[in-house]
């Protein structure tokens, strides 16, 4: 398979729910990072991972924690959510000539 | 702080028509600029841009970058309504050699009418 993979691809969960967001890339890039859109706001970056380790970590809360445990896979945990965190996580991956050309198909995430 | 401005915000034109979608910026440690289009799932990549004054071209869609007065464009021409879609302007700022960090615009919402 080739690209970027997400799974799950839709996901409801309660408040008091911890789960995990998947990605997997097989391009052979070096870094990899997690997006998140919500609806009528700008693409924001949450997290950079480079060569697996974190170099970014954009004031995002401690209830989203990632993980990246090899080049090709990219974890986001999610525990104690607010209604306020649903939104798309898209997870993308980069080379060294730079350019966020390949995107996940996102994760559509719903907090009730 | 890494600034993106789109404009317009929205655009509604008909097919056949050329439509000019404008992104300017500011960046500290410029790496490159992107455009993509979204439809109602992830974003698909377009563009990369990283010198002044070349043009890019796929198809009827062109870019081209200017670093001087920090703007980019890209242009559509012959409209058709599967262009209907936003336009995502994103500058990338190196983090390091490796990675970069991209600011997105707003994006523009173009409807392209039969």
């Known amino acids: 398979e080739t690209g970027v993979t997400q799974t799950p691809r839709h996901l409801v969960m309660g408040m008091t729910n911890k789960k995990s967001l998947k990605c997997e890339q097989h391009l052979g890039h070096n870094a990899m990072y997690w997006y998140k859109q919500s609806a009528k706001k700008p693409l924001e970056l949450m997290f950079v991972?480079?060569?697996?380790?974190?170099?970014e970590n954009n004031s995002v809360p401690s209830r989203f924690s990632p993980e990246c445990p090899n080049s090709s896979h990219l974890f986001l945990h999610l525990h104690t959510l607010q209604p306020e965190d649903s939104a798309l996580y898209l997870c993308?991956?980069?080379?060294?000539?730079?350019?966020?050309?390949?995107f996940g198909p996102g994760t559509r995430l719903l907090v009730l | 702080e890494d600034k993106v401005v789109q404009s317009p915000l929205s655009l509604v034109v008909h097919e056949g028509d050329t439509v000019t979608l404008n992104c300017s910026y500011e960046v500290t440690n410029f790496r490159s600029l992107l455009w993509y289009k979204q439809e109602k799932k992830a974003p698909t990549f377009l563009f990369m841009l990283t010198s002044s004054g070349i043009e890019k071209k796929s198809g009827r869609l062109s870019s081209i970058l200017d670093k001087k007065e920090l703007f980019s464009i890209l242009n559509i021409t012959a409209t058709q309504t599967g262009d209907s879609a936003v336009y995502l302007c994103a500058v990338e700022a190196f983090i390091n050699t490796n990675a970069g960090k991209s600011t997105f615009g707003d994006g523009t919402t173009l409807t392209v009418k039969p």
């Open positions: 993308a991956s980069s080379d060294r000539t730079g350019g966020l050309e390949h």
């Open positions: 991972y480079s060569l697996e380790e974190r170099v």
